[in-house]
């Protein structure tokens, strides 16, 4: 997807940010607490059946539509709801086969994915899964009418513009090639591909039910009462039986977060929605009978600092160096009540092209005042620096300004709200700097680069904040993508990002993390960095001992 | 009467269209795209142009205003943004009868803790028990509803198990005796203040002097010589009340996870879903303009000098 007008990147990201955002400023784990592998999590290691799994949520899902999906209420559905052709195992960031029956075979010019897929699947209605099913869902987002958040995404496949402007006809990308496999070309070679099939909006759904989708996943719709629930059954006919293995799940809505943790501590849910809330923090931690039922797990994303290198002085390379040597990392993390841990470059570990090398500066008054003065600004100057108005940004905010006066650049730290922030970030001209971050679409730095920092996302309403544009990383960037390997793309990508450092573009300050509490009685019970539940795998310990 | 109608319907018609202009231009000023975080803040630009075009915000604002008062004569509210295919009436009305029965109750707490609270408290004023009403009346009146929501929860809910921590349905009563009072916890300090101040003054009052000559018992005195004479003021603010609570009471419905028009109106909010926005106000305006029509009108009964 290289030659894809970037600006990618979901929605969805915006809105975990934000949950993610809620969960930082109140945990207080360490990137060294977090679970890898497969632990059997909570509760027993030997999986039961039946029984109900309760769930809450503050707000209602705005959709069961997974082309148009971006919040989180309505991604943890989709992975109920339906199958992907590939979706994230336990609590890696690993890929596997779901509705495929293998990896994607990749022709040796990395243009054309080959997808066969997995024998015997059915549709809820008993109808059978097949190549058109699936050809129709990935054609759906990319037409105007979806109005897909997500749709580019799949602007590197084979003919996606010419299918936008005329969605009656063909997309010649992606075509059927017998009734199980499916055929994909892109435009040039992306290994990260693989990974916008396991996103939820890839979910595979019925042909022509898009009005009502009918899915193949482990979970059915039983209702949906707006302001009050969602119920979904256990899909008895599922492909991986025995799982799933709760009969039920119940998905409680409009309950607020601080009463959800309340409800999770009573028994009266197995799991939260929302973000356990900031107040309520010292609650969880402190709670010795919680500390069975609490995870914490590195999620792969970065808080970072914007300079605008269109608008002076930022246009100058000196004044952004010298801000670079601004910060004290380990004192921000304390602010957010370590939840995190301190970045050594810009991509978050776990990620395709992180590096453990430190491509990063370390605080140094003397030297970033040495650089202001060669700069011409022996006296620092005044500048802006926006943020979103929600926590953790209101904690950092402050303490950016104070390290900044330190060297002399006089801050006025504006703390505004979401939308505003972005009409006024991703217009040229407008921001000076910005406090920010990114949460991996998928474990790839391609993610990153593209959309933050790609010279086809500085543009406006990009998410280019810094208007930086280097031909040499992007070129990097799409080797990258077109490496045979995982190791030659994290050598890239490590070029890449000391190139992209070097010109200081953003000051990358941690790397988050998200902490979850889950009730006495699930058993299972593992984060997804990537995904949101895996209720599939996730059972109560009050269920029987076989089905 | 008649006149009196006649002169209050339109007065009515008119504020209820201002508050319906006003609601629909804020919602237009203030900043953030409904289009943008409908899409996503990441979605490509054609995606919000496209989003843009299929909810008419690329017409001009008067057009896009003459389509909604068009919409609103046929009772068409719009369709919500947010929240897919779901016509803003349906939502509203889907969410009206939740809030009805909050508004009811928390009128009656209101009623039932502030004004014996009042009499007790004007019958020796100066004394503890006026003192204490006074203190409590201002606790009641600076505690934030939804800490007094959350702390109700925590021990009524979580620590003694009387009452069901969220949720609503039957037996619907048991998911609003907490929110109610906790709504009418609040507003009873005013009326307790209200009962107070009025019940002073009728007690100065000749009247009063005369029936105790009389030897009448206190009680007598204070419940049907002065109460009397109080309870106009208090109907008038019971029935603003009722009219105010019935639009959504965004805080406690949102604490307590009510899913009434307060809950609506504050997702609506936060997704600058502008046609659930405008319609809730809209509601609102009407409830609070109809009550008062219908205090104007009590009071047009009792009293000819209002008639006029």
Known sequence: ?547 | MSRFLLRRVPQAIIVLFGVVTLAFLLTHVVPGDPARLIAGPNASAATVASIHHELGLDRSLAYQYGKFLLGLLHFDLGTSFALQNTPVSTAILRALPVSAALAVLGVLWEAVLGIPVGIIAAYRPGKLADRATTLASLVGLSAPPFWVGLLLLYLLAFKFNLFPLSGYEAPFINYLILPSFTLGLGGAAWYARLTRTNMLEALRSPYVQMARAKGMPERVVLLRHCLRNVLSPLLTMLGMDLGYFLGGVVVIESVFGLPGVGKLTFDAIGTLDVPMITGAVLFAAFFIVVMNLLVDLAYALVDPRVRR
């Not at chain 1, 058109?132 to 987002?141: E, K, L, M, Q, T």
């Not at chain 1, 991986?240 to 501590?265: A, F, T």
């Not at chain 1, 620092?380 to 002399?408: C, V």
């Open chain 1, 1 to 547: 997807m290289t030659q894809s007008p970037l600006r990618r990147v979901s929605a969805r990201r915006a809105v975990l940010g934000a949950l993610l955002a809620g969960t930082l400023g109140v945990t207080a784990a360490c990137a060294g607490n977090s679970s890898t592998g497969s632990s059997a999590g909570g509760g027993g290691t030997e999986p039961r059946y039946g029984d109900t799994m309760t769930v809450a949520y503050k707000s209602d899902p705005k959709t069961f539509d997974p082309a148009v999906c971006y919040d989180a209420t309505c991604w943890n559905n989709m992975r109920m709801m339906y199958d992907r052709l590939y979706d994230y195992t336990g609590d890696t960031m690993n890929i596997a086969a779901q509705a495929a029956a293998d990896m994607p075979q990749v022709s040796a010019d990395g243009l054309t994915y080959t997808i066969k897929l997995r024998a015997g699947m059915t549709f809820t209605d008993g109808k059978p899964v097949t190549a058109a099913d699936v050809v129709y869902s990935f054609d759906r987002i990319l037409d105007p009418a979806t109005k897909s958040p997500v749709a580019s995404f799949w602007t590197g496949v084979k003919g996606a513009a010419d299918y936008a402007k005329n969605p009656g006809g063909d997309l010649a990308g992606i075509s059927v090639v017998d009734d199980s496999t499916v055929q994909i070309v892109l435009t040039a070679p992306n290994s990260s591909f693989k990974y916008v099939l396991a996103m939820p909006h890839a979910s595979i759904i019925e042909k022509g039910t898009a009005a009502k989708p009918v899915g193949s996943g482990p979970f059915v719709l039983d209702h949906f009462t707006p302001g009050s629930e969602i119920v979904v059954n256990r899909n008895e006919k599922y492909w991986d039986s025995p799982r799933p293995y709760v009969n039920k799940v119940v998905e409680k809505l409009g309950v607020d977060p601080h009463v959800q943790l309340l409800e999770l501590q009573k028994g009266q849910i197995d799991l939260m929605g929302d973000p356990i809330p900031a107040a309520d923090y010292l609650t969880v931690s402190n709670d010795a009978s919680l500390k069975a039922q609490t995870k914490t797990i590195v999620k792969p994303s970065t808080y970072y600092v914007t300079m605008n290198t269109q608008m002076k002085p930022f246009d100058n390379p000196k004044v952004r160096e010298a801000v670079s040597y601004a910060f004290d990392r380990s004192f921000l993390l304390k602010l957010v009540a370590g939840q995190g841990q301190v970045a050594n470059e810009y991509l978050p570990p776990g990620i395709t092209g992180y590096t453990s090398d430190k491509l990063v500066h370390d605080q140094d008054i003397a030297k970033a005042k040495q650089l202001l003065a060669d700069a011409g600004y022996p006296n620092g100057f005044e500048t802006t620096m926006y943020s979103w108005n929600t926590s953790p940004w209101t904690a950092l905010l402050p303490q950016l300004q104070q390290d900044l006066a330190k060297i002399g650049i006089k801050v006025d730290a504006q703390p505004i709200q979401q939308s505003a922030f972005f009409d006024l970030a991703a217009t040229p001209n407008k921001a000076p700097m910005t406090l920010t971050f990114w949460v991996a679409d998928y474990p790839d730095g391609s993610d990153f680069y593209q959309a933050l920092l790609s010279c086809a996302a500085a543009v406006p309403g990009g998410q280019n904040y810094s208007f930086y544009c280097n031909k040499d990383v992007d070129d990097l960037v799409n080797k990258a993508l077109a490496a045979s390997t995982v190791e030659d793309a994290n050598k890239i990508y490590a070029q890449a990002t000391a190139k992209m450092l070097a010109d200081n573009p953003v000051v990358p300050l941690y790397y988050g993390s998200k902490t979850e509490v889950f009730g006495k009685t699930v058993g299972g019970y593992h984060s997804q960095p990537i995904w949101g539940w895996d209720m599939t795998n996730y059972w109560k310990t009050t269920g029987s001992a076989s089905r």
